[in-house]
C-alpha cells in the first residue's frame, strides 16, 4: 500500500483535481502527501537573461520565492483542514523534472500525482516533458489526472470506479498489475483486462486474410486473461477480461475505455525503447496523452524484468500473446 504520495504543484489552480484524488487515496491508506513546488531561475517569471538585457534580480527572486512559499503553505493549511492524511509542503529549485525525480526518490514517493490540466509551470508541461521525464527516469507509477469535466464543475474527484489494464503477456506488462491492484482495492474498483490481437500478428499473406485468421487469437488471449483474472480475483479485486481486435492498439485501449466509461488506465511502459513486442515506441505514450479517463503509468524496473522473463513460460502465451 501506499507511504508518500507526491503532488507536484505550481500555485495555478489547475492542478487541484490531483491534489484532491492524491488526498482521498493517502487518506484511505494512512500515506503522507508530499505537496512540491519547484522554482526554476528566470522561467517562472519569462525573464532571465535575454537580447534587450533583462535579468532577474537577487531581489525578485527572494520576493518571487517568499510568494510561491507562502502560496504552498497555504495550499498545505487548506488541504489538512480537508482530510485526517499528513500533510507536507516543500518548495525547491532547479529543473523541474530532475529536481521532482530526485525529490521522489530521497523521499521513498511510492505514487506521483500530477494534474493534466494548466496553463504554466508544472501544470502546462504536465504531459509534455515533465510528466514524460518523471515516468522515463522512475521507477514510480505516475497518476496522471484528467478532469472529465469543465473548469467550473471539476468531476476528477470522483473514485476510480472501473479500471482498464492493457495486458500482452509478457512480465514487463503484468508488473503494472502490482502497482494497480493496490488502488483498485482502495478504490473498490474493479479490474478489466484488455488484451488487443492485431492482424500484425499473422493475418495477411499476400495481401489477403486468412480467414479466420484471429480464432485461435482471441482463444488463446482470453485463455491468459482468465489466468491472472483469476490471481487477481483471489486478493479480492473483481475482475474481468476483454480481447478486441484492432490494428492500432493505442486507439483501441482509448476507445475502449471511453465506450465503457473506464476511469482509470493502468499501463506499464518499458521507457526509452517502449513496451516489449507490440508496446514499442508510443502505445503507452499515445494512450497518456489521447485517453479521456486518467491513467496510471508505470515504467518497471528493468532488473526484476529480466529475472522474470529469464523464469519459465509455456510456449502458448509466447507465441499468442504478443499483443498490447
Known amino acids: 500500500m501506499y507511504r508518500n504520495v507526491m503532488v507536484p504543484t505550481d500555485g495555478s489552480g489547475f492542478d487541484r483535481e490531483a491534489i484532491l484524488v492524491a488526498l482521498r487515496v493517502a487518506e484511505r491508506c494512512k500515506a503522507k502527501v508530499r505537496l512540491v513546488r519547484v522554482l526554476s531561475a528566470g522561467s517562472y517569471f519569462g525573464m532571465g537573461a535575454s537580447a534587450d538585457g533583462v535579468v532577474v534580480t537577487p531581489e525578485a527572486l527572494r520576493l518571487e520565492h517568499d510568494a510561491a512559499l507562502s502560496e504552498l503553505y497555504a495550499l498545505a493549511a487548506e488541504c489538512r483542514n480537508m482530510t485526517d492524511a ?21 523521499n521513498d514517493v511510492d505514487l506521483i500525482v500530477i494534474s493534466s490540466h494548466g496553463r504554466r509551470g508544472i501544470a502546462r508541461l504536465s504531459l509534455g516533458s515533465v ?27 470522483k473514485e476510480f470506479h472501473h479500471i482498464v489494464v492493457p495486458l500482452d503477456g509478457s512480465s514487463l506488462a503484468e508488473q503494472i498489475l502490482t502497482r494497480v491492484i493496490p488502488l483498485a482495492t482502495l478504490e473498490d474498483a474493479e479490474i478489466t483486462l ?15 486474410t486468412r480467414l479466420p485468421w484471429w480464432k485461435k487469437k482471441v482463444a488463446g488471449a482470453q485463455a ?47 521507457g526509452r525503447g517502449g513496451l516489449a513486442r507490440v508496446l514499442r515506441g508510443s502505445v503507452a505514450d499515445g494512450v497518456t496523452k489521447s485517453a479521456m479517463s486518467s491513467v496510471l503509468v508505470f515504467h518497471p524496473d528493468k532488473a526484476l524484468e529480466r529475472t522474470r522473463s529469464s523464469s519459465s513460460e509455456t510456449t502458448v502465451e509466447k507465441k499468442v500473446l504478443a499483443v498490447v
Do not use: M
Open 86 to 106: 499528513e500533510i507536507s509542503a516543500d518548495l525547491e529549485q532547479g529543473p523541474i523534472a530532475d529536481i521532482l525525480a530526485g525529490y521522489a526518490k530521497r
Open 224 to 270: 491468459y486473461l482468465s489466468r491472472r483474472a483469476s490471481e487477481i480475483r483471489l486478493q479480492g479485486v473483481a475482475t474481468t477480461i476483454e480481447v478486441v481486435v484492432g490494428e492500432k492498439i493505442a486507439e483501441v485501449v482509448t476507445d475502449y475505455a471511453r465506450k465503457e466509461r473506464a476511469d482509470l488506465i493502468a499501463i506499464a511502459t518499458h
Open 131 to 157: 510528466t514524460d521525464s518523471l515516468i522515463r527516469g522512475t521507477t514510480i507509477p505516475v497518476l496522471v489526472v484528467k478532469p472529465k469535466a469543465s473548469y467550473l464543475t471539476p468531476e476528477a474527484t
Open 194 to 208: 484488455l488484451h488487443v490481437v492485431t492482424p500484425s500478428e499473422g493475418g495477411f499473406e499476400n495481401g489477403e
